[in-house]
């Protein structure tokens, strides 16, 4: 489990293009377009009980707009940001409202001047950077006091590590190699503490794995494709994937 941290393969986004919203039952894409269908509802149904309607909010690492979009068409007003050129132009081509505004940004220093938005998301993100408490720090400073951020990412553990890493490249063919770094995974008291430094109030957890006993979890293992029926769900271990949201305290 000793990977370094420098092989993290980012890359691989670049050509996704219309795999990010269909096709691609042999890559991991397929995985995260599931974990969307759960943590989407859950981000704007966590905006509308904490913050209301029509809130500015940035998507930091949005790739091809799956939770961008979707709050958009509920009357967000929303900017995205991501590296990725190429995902970032299908993004726009996907984008509905034709409001979003996309930009091409890095998420360890965004151009944003402070206290911008309400809300902030960080999706699949902090594990695929070096320096995740500069992103967390970049999403403090960009935030409203009264700001909510949201994230999602993973434990650094032996369970996660089999179960992220290993079954993935086991039962997905098209896994790309170094997707995902061991040492880039974030124990969640690592997390908070980075989050309460700034100045976030002590988050609110809650863990998102697959439901391994449903039938299309037993047809990827036998089949080695993610079917449109997979499912992930919240549960209240935090061993593997793990969301939250945290509130930014005013001064």
């Not at 894409?29 to 904490?50: G, H």
Request: overall charge positive; hydrophobic content about 40%; some cysteine.
């Amino acid at each position: 489990m000793a990977e370094s941290i420098s092989l993290i393969n980012n890359g691989f986004y670049d050509h996704l293009n219309s795999l990010w919203y269909e096709g691609g039952e042999d890559h991991p894409i397929s995985l995260l377009r599931a974990e969307n269908r759960v943590r989407t509802p859950w981000v704007a149904k966590t905006i509308e009980d904490t913050l209301g309607a029509s809130k500015h909010v940035l998507d930091v690492g949005c790739g091809a707009g799956l939770l961008s979009n979707f709050l958009s068409l509920l009357g967000h007003q929303v900017t995205g940001i991501d590296l990725s050129y190429t995902s970032l132009r299908y993004a726009k081509e996907r984008d509905v409202s034709k409001s979003v505004r996309y930009l091409q940004a890095n998420a360890n220093s965004m151009p944003f001047e402070d206290d911008s938005f309400d809300a902030v998301c960080a999706m699949d993100l902090l594990e695929h950077v070096e320096t995740p408490w500069q992103v967390v720090r970049e999403a403090a400073r960009v935030l409203k006091p009264g700001g909510v951020f949201f994230f999602h990412t993973f434990n650094r553990n032996l369970l996660s590590y089999l179960m992220i890493i290993k079954a993935v490249e086991w039962f997905i063919p098209r896994t790309p190699k170094n997707m995902h770094v061991y040492n880039l995974f974030i124990k969640p008291e690592e997390l908070q503490k980075a989050m309460m430094d700034v100045g976030f109030g002590k988050p609110q957890f809650v863990g998102l794995r697959p439901a391994f006993m449903s039938r299309a979890t037993w047809r990827m293992v036998l089949k080695r494709r993610v079917e449109s029926d997979f499912l992930f769900k919240f549960v209240k271990s935090l061993k593997t994937g793990y969301c939250g949201f945290a509130t930014l305290k005013s001064c």
